[in-house]
């Protein structure tokens, strides 16, 4: 995000989901643990995001077996392949 009325707009979305009430009524529970948060690209201001209480983590996440990190590189991706 480019500037902090992004990261604002942002963390108040996240303000107004309210996971406790969105679980209760789904009847199905959130683990914020389990949330995270990427940026990615050189313009990003990396700015800490909270939600349920809790500050969301940033860090390489993998998706259909392949490990993404925020700076795009494939350094963890080949460390995994080669073991």
């Known amino acids: ?4 009325i992004d990261c604002e ?3 108040r979305d996240l303000d107004n989901m309210d996971m406790v009430l969105w679980a209760q ?6 683990n914020v ?11 990003s201001d ?3 995001y909270y ?3 809790s500050k ?10 392949v490990w993404i990190s925020a700076d795009m590189k494939c350094s963890q991706q080949c460390r995994y392949t080669v073991n």
């Open 1 to 4: 995000m480019r500037d902090n």
């Open 46 to 48: 990396c700015c800490e």
């Open 33 to 43: 643990k389990k949330c995270k948060v990427m940026h990615v690209g050189r313009q």
């Open 25 to 30: 009524k789904w009847q199905m529970e959130f």
């Open 51 to 53: 939600t349920g209480g």
């Open 9 to 11: 707009a942002l963390q």
């Open 56 to 65: 969301l983590v940033e860090e390489t996440e993998k998706d259909l077996g």
